[in-house]
């Protein structure tokens, strides 16, 4: 039966429509099967099942060209325990990512890394960012015959070893950028080695100065001359006998030993 309107209502309009969801693209097609997967797993109990991963971190290419994918730097290393051993390959990406590149960031602080670009290989060289099944990755080399049963399988645990690779542009970027910083360090260094030997004149200032005032006692009366030089060290001292009237170059010996205080 049609709904009357109430007296004095006014006339009744169509519900309104909710506009198109915007901001949505072909990768949120899968929403409501990982929101299921993902609740299932927070509420179950933890894997009976699970694997060990060993992570390190390798640039592409290498020192020998076509006898290895990639080459190890800094020594990044991380273990990863209690996997569960049905995850899949795309599972596998973000857990390798968010283990190794906080020690990257660490290696290199100053360098600008494109984190997006990094991917993830196993020792097949497989890139698992790419490898969109959902079949567990690691889950079938798991399994042996088992010993009563020689029909039957048994799951053993294992480690597996996954590369987060930077691709051989970005290192090519940043062995330049490492370039650039030693060449910084390296001019700065000379910098202040210049700054150093100036500061190594002074004494000579100061020599120069003491020879000087060493040239005036020449010119001073012979008693001040002498009371002078009764003091004064004995290489000065030869210097002003030798430039005093009426000594030879030859007699600087005996003018050191005159003016040399006794005992």
Sequence with gaps: MPQQARPGAGPMLPPATLPPRLGYTSEHSRYNQEYDRWARWTYA??????????????????PKRGRSQS??????????????????????VPI??????????????????????FNVRDMDWVDLGE????????????????????????FKSKQFTLYVV?????????????EKEDSATIT?????????????????TV???????AMNVVNRPFHLHLAQTTFMPARISAQVATSAPGNEPGDVHHAVIATTPAG
């Excluded at 930077?166 to 490492?178: G, T």
Aim: glycine share 6%; charged share 20%; with cysteine.
């Design 71 to 92: 080459t190890p730097f800094g020594n990044i290393c991380e273990g990863k325990k209690d996997i569960d051993a049905h995850i899949c390959a795309h599972d596998l």
């Design 96 to 117: 390798a990512l968010q283990t190794i590149i906080p020690k990257v960031k660490k290696f290199c602080p100053t360098f600008p890394w494109r984190f997006d670009e």
């Design 207 to 213: 020599a120069s100065t003491t020879t000087g005032d």
């Design 166 to 178: 930077v691709p051989a542009a970005q290192w090519v970027e940043y062995e330049a950028f490492m």
């Design 131 to 154: 490898h969109h099944s959902l079949v567990p990755y690691f889950y079938s080399q798991c399994l042996q015959p088992a010993r009563k049963n020689a029909r039957g399988m048994a």
């Design 188 to 204: 700065s260094k000379d910098t202040s080695d210049d700054g150093e030997t100036s500061s190594a004149h002074v004494p000579s």
């Design 45 to 62: 109990s933890p894997p009976a099942e699970t694997i060990s991963l060993k992570i390190l971190a390798h640039f592409e290419g290498g």
